[in-house]
């Protein structure tokens, strides 16, 4: 069974401050993906990533791909709170047939 | 965009009612999901489905049969509900392999919360 270690768990900031969520895994994934799921809701897609090394940003989160394709990390600048939420990677594997593994997750609260 | 539904957002059942929670997808996806969601627990993959009437046990089947008899719709079942199947229940969807180039982005409902009392 492959496994996604998510951390920190818990993540409660001040607004401006920066952060970074770390996902890592000792098994490879062809591709991951990072969600974010409010209170009450189903998490929603922020970004995939698919070739090793490879960064992508989405406004002030920065996503980062692992040359190796096991490990992954968000990084955020100047957190906001409405970036508050629970922040889920979750990564394909080559013969998944579509499933995902699912990290544990990281609830991050930024407070004003 | 992709619209994925679910039939409730609050539900309370009592032991040992027969539940079902429906899930309906716009996108024309084939393949379909039902997790559960707990805290510390994460995601657990209940059931999958990659076509009409074809499914494949998750990691935590037992208690569970779903039903695929249309593309669009995805039905999870507790045959017989307990306490310990209180929680937030999220169906969502995908592309194919064929048409996905292998990165399946899941696309999910709002989540139905049960409670068994």
């Known amino acids: 069974t492959q496994l996604l270690e998510q951390s920190p768990q818990f993540l409660s900031i001040q607004e401006g401050e920066n952060l970074t969520v770390y996902c890592n895994s000792s098994s490879v994934f062809s591709s991951l993906q990072w969600y974010r799921q409010e209170p009450g809701e189903g998490p929603v897609l922020l970004v995939t990533?698919?070739?090793?090394?490879e960064v992508k940003k989405l406004k002030r989160l920065t996503f980062q791909f692992g040359d190796a394709r096991k490990d992954s990390s968000l990084h955020i600048t100047a957190a906001q709170p409405g970036d508050t939420g629970l922040y889920l990677c979750a990564g394909v594997s080559g013969t998944s047939y579509g499933k995902l593994t699912f990290g544990q997750g990281t609830i991050l609260t930024v407070h004003p | 965009d992709v619209k994925v539904t679910q039939s409730s957002r609050y539900l309370v059942k009592r032991t040992g009612e027969k539940v079902f929670l429906e899930c309906v997808q716009d996108m024309d996806h084939e393949n379909m999901f039902w997790y559960r969601q707990d805290p510390g627990l994460g995601l657990r993959l209940i059931y999958f489905?990659?076509?009409?009437?074809?499914?494949e046990k998750g990691d935590i089947p037992e208690g569970y049969s779903v039903s695929r008899e249309k593309k669009e719709r995805f039905s999870l079942i507790l045959e017989s509900a307990s306490t310990n199947q209180t929680s937030m229940y999220l169906c969502?969807?995908?592309?194919?392999?064929?048409?996905?180039?292998?990165?399946?982005?899941?696309?999910f409902g709002p989540g139905t919360r049960l409670t068994v009392t």
């Open positions: 990533v698919v070739t090793g090394g």
């Open positions: 969502a969807s995908s592309l194919s392999l064929a048409t996905n180039l292998g990165t399946y982005e899941q696309y």
């Open positions: 489905s990659y076509d009409v009437k074809m499914k």
